[in-house]
């Protein structure tokens, strides 16, 4: 099982930012897409933000469009979710997640959409007040 560490999470007041941050193994950032991924009670797991290896393309919900910022480091096997301008609505348990290594590509918008996860993590708590 690939290993997953998640940091960042916390609380926070609305209209604030908080950075996540996800160390994964190194095939999996080297090979194809990660993502973040949240589930507020009551609610699925909803794809947040997907981001491909090699040519840096995104997906982003149009719930944080505009709001959220992915990104990554291959060289520290590190994916970032910057949020900003958090909303109450944004409060949730957030996961990390990493695809294993496939011979075909998995696009982001594919990885979020269709809720395609390998592996994530233990989810970090983010709670955001009105």
């Known amino acids: 099982q690939v290993q997953l560490v998640e940091s960042g999470g916390g609380l926070v007041q609305a209209g604030g930012s908080l950075r996540l941050s996800c160390v994964a193994s190194?095939?999996?950032?080297?090979?194809?897409?990660m993502g973040w991924f949240r589930r507020a009670p009551g609610r699925e797991r909803e794809g947040i933000s997907c981001?491909?290896?090699?040519?840096?393309?995104?997906y982003y919900s149009n719930f944080v469009k505009g709001r959220f910022t992915i990104s990554r480091d291959n060289a520290k096997n590190m994916v970032y979710l910057q949020m900003n301008s958090l909303e109450s609505e944004d409060t949730a348990v957030y996961y990390c997640a990493a695809l294993r290594s496939r011979d075909r590509i998995i696009t982001p918008r594919t990885m979020c959409v269709q809720n395609i996860t390998d592996y994530w993590g233990q989810g970090t708590q983010v709670t955001v007040t009105s």
């Open positions: 981001i491909s290896n090699g040519d840096e393309r995104t």
């Open positions: 190194a095939r999996t950032t080297s090979n194809n897409a």
